[in-house]
T-cell receptor, first 112, second 115 residues
Framework: ELKVEQNPLFLSMQEGKNYTIYCNYS?????LYWYRQDPGKSLESLFV?????AVKQEGRLMASLDTKARLSTLHITAAVHDLSATYFC????????????FGTGTRLKVLA | DAGVIQSPRHEVTEMGQEVTLRCKPI?????LFWYRQTMMRGLELLIY????????DSGMPEDRFSAKMPNASFSTLKIQPSEPRDSAVYFC?????????????FGPGTRLTVL
């Protein structure tokens, strides 16, 4: 059974600092997705990572995928308050399914 | 495109009542997913459909839950009878079938409170 773990679960950081969120998964998959959720809102797609070594960047966020290590990272550069949200990774369960298994989420709070 | 549409946005009901949640996927998307989100259990996939056919309902918690997709533009999730532990946010998501390079798009959710 595919399991997806994120760490940290909670992250409080100062504006201007850098940090990385980690997403580990337990079985082979070559597709991974990152989502953002603001309090009381829906999930918004951030990145789609489709192969080993994939790297995507948007503004202060950069995501990467290492399928051999079964690891994805979401790196935050020079954080700003607007990045405060919960970030989820989701792994494609594969085997002909279209199911995602979501991580536990990382609640990020950027302090001014 | 209007995105995934869900109704109602909020529902408050009493234990034992029937609850029906509705979803309209993005036009042209023929995979549809129902999720439940709670603080304790996070995001759970309840059921998903491809081309209106239920493919995997292993996440449906018990027989009180049922889902249908009578056509490509409409799906329902029904809880009968409802219980307080069903209180959660229920999300519907859609994606193009057979195109795993495109992510799932989520609706705004229905916040269900069962008293």
């Amino acid at each position: 059974e595919l399991k997806v773990e994120q760490n940290p679960l909670f992250l409080s950081m100062q504006e201007g600092k850098n940090y990385t969120i980690y997403c580990n998964y337990s079985t082979t998959s070559d597709r991974l997705y990152w989502y953002r959720q603001d309090p009381g809102k829906s999930l918004e797609s951030l990145f789609v990572l489709l192969s080993n070594g994939a790297v995507k960047q948007e503004g202060r966020l950069m995501a990467s995928l290492d399928t051999k290590a079964r690891l994805s990272t979401l790196h935050i550069t020079a954080a700003v308050h607007d990045l405060s949200a919960t970030y989820f990774c989701a792994v494609d369960a594969g085997s002909g399914t279209y199911k995602y298994i979501f991580g536990t989420g990382t609640r990020l709070k950027v302090l001014a | 495109d209007a995105g995934v549409i869900q109704s109602p946005r909020h529902e408050v009901t009493e234990m034992g009542q029937e609850v029906t949640l509705r979803c309209k996927p993005i036009s042209g998307h023929n995979s549809l997913f129902w999720y439940r989100q709670t603080m304790m259990r996070g995001l759970e996939l309840l059921i998903y459909f491809n081309n209106n056919v239920p493919i995997d309902d292993s996440g449906m918690p018990e027989d009180r839950f049922s889902a249908k997709m009578p056509n490509a533009s409409f799906s329902t999730l029904k809880i009968q009878p409802s219980e307080p532990r069903d209180s959660a946010v229920y999300f519907c998501a859609s994606s193009p079938h057979r195109d795993r390079d495109v992510e799932q798009f989520f609706g705004p959710g229905t916040r269900l409170t069962v008293l």
